[in-house]
């Protein structure tokens, strides 16, 4: 077996990982053929993440003329301990003000240690509302996954 084939994370794990970090970077492509790379909040969602932004934003204009992306999620600050997800995801750009509502409650939740389906607070509710106006939904859908997890050499290289 291949060092990149033991270092690989399983779905569960990639999915338990998703749970337990908190930012994304996200890559997308500007109008000038350059990288252009934003870390966001994120929530876990379906095989992907979903998180919203600015519509105004440069990441929402690279994704109207481009709708793709590569997401990093990663951690570890010695080699034995790095672990990450890269996904080349296809990116749903959600303008919906409804679900870009239940895309800000989400994120809010998660971030003030709530669960999903938690009761939204009437003030919670009001505020992501006055916010999402500006904002549009992104839902990354992967069409590739890259995992790694040097833990899984138990420190033999």
Do not use: C
């Not at 895309?103 to 509710?125: H, M, N, S």
């Amino acid at each position: 077996m291949s060092r990149r084939d033991q270092i690989r994370m399983t779905p569960e794990e990639i999915s338990a990982y998703f749970d337990e970090q908190k930012v994304i970077n996200v890559a997308t492509m500007s109008p000038n053929g350059r990288p252009h790379l934003a870390p966001l909040w994120y929530f876990p969602h379906g095989d992907g993440v979903a998180t919203w932004t600015y519509g105004s934003s440069q990441k929402a204009k690279n994704l109207r003329r481009l709708p793709e992306a590569t997401v990093l999620i990663e951690d570890g600050d010695s080699y034995d301990k790095l672990r990450g997800v890269s996904l080349e995801a296809d990116v749903e750009l959600v303008e919906d003000t409804e679900r870009v509502i239940e895309i800000g409650i989400a994120l809010t939740q998660r971030y003030a240690g709530g669960k999903p389906g938690d009761p939204v607070p009437d003030e919670l509710r009001a505020f992501i509302t006055a916010q999402a106006g500006k904002r549009i939904g992104l839902i990354f859908k992967p069409t590739k996954v890259i995992s790694w997890d040097h833990g899984k050499l138990g420190g033999t290289y």
